[in-house]
């Protein structure tokens, strides 16, 4: 059971042009759900995060838009770099509970010349 | 560098035998989770320790058991391996507590089962 979603495993875009990273959950108990970027032979980084009582958080040139009615966030990155070639993964988790983060298949991210 | 410690980086196995996973988390960090990445798919939870306790399980196969010692370093024991072990294996640690917190991830520990 894929509690949390990323339905495109790939995704190319042009330097300087916006990156839109999906996730979708089915888990309506996810409270707190975080974006982490993976590059080749390294561990997952913590890049952003955002907590349901909120529908937006920005930070620099990533915003996470969450939309809790569709079950839903987005990753937007303006403008796509070429060091941001890497592979995103989306996590949620319940706060109240254990804390363990569910994360989704990822979605790698291209951004070309 | 996240802080968090993983040994060895790589290492390869026969089927049949057993293996141990070693995990120092950040200074600091009381949870210890860790995580199984099989080529091409997503992080799956295996388990966590809270300050020496066991606080979460995933699918973690019986074979596998983990445990966290009075210095918070873990431990993951993989045994009986099969081909199908093979995958990178994931800790990460966050202050944990109450409040959850963002957990931080060492490069993790290829495992090549043969």
């Known amino acids: 059971d894929q509690q949390v979603k990323q339905n495109s495993p790939s995704l190319s875009v042009q330097e300087g042009r916006i990156s839109i990273l999906n996730c979708d959950y089915t888990?309506?108990?996810?409270?707190?759900f975080l974006w982490y970027k993976k590059y080749p032979a390294e561990g997952p980084t913590f890049l952003i995060s955002?907590?349901?009582?909120?529908d937006k958080n920005e930070d620099g040139r990533f915003t996470v838009f969450l939309n809790k009615s569709a079950k839903h966030l987005s990753l937007h990155i303006v403008p796509s770099q070429p060091g941001d070639s890497a592979v995103y993964f989306c996590?949620?988790?319940?706060?109240?509970?254990?804390?363990?983060?569910?994360f989704g298949t990822g979605t790698r991210l291209q951004v070309t010349l | 560098d996240s802080g968090v410690t993983q040994t060895p980086k790589h290492l390869i196995t026969a089927t049949g035998q057993r293996v141990t996973l070693r995990c120092s988390p950040r200074?600091?960090?009381?949870?210890v989770y860790w995580y199984q990445q099989s080529l091409d798919q997503g992080l799956q939870f295996l388990i966590q320790?809270?300050?020496?306790?066991?606080?979460a399980k995933g699918n973690i196969l019986e074979r596998f058991s983990a445990q966290q010692f009075p210095d918070l370093h873990s431990e993951l024991n993989l045994s009986s391996l099969e081909l199908g072990d093979s995958a990178l294996y994931f800790c990460?640690?966050?202050?944990?507590?109450?409040?959850?917190?963002?957990?931080?991830f060492g490069q993790g520990t290829r495992l090549t089962v043969v």
């Open positions: 990460a640690s966050s202050v944990g507590g109450e409040s959850f917190t963002e957990a931080f």
């Open positions: 888990n309506s108990m996810f409270d707190y």
């Open positions: 996590a949620a988790t319940n706060t109240g509970t254990a804390s363990k983060l569910t």
């Open positions: 955002i907590s349901s009582i909120k």
């Open positions: 200074s600091g960090d009381l949870s």
């Open positions: 320790y809270y300050n020496g306790e066991e606080r």
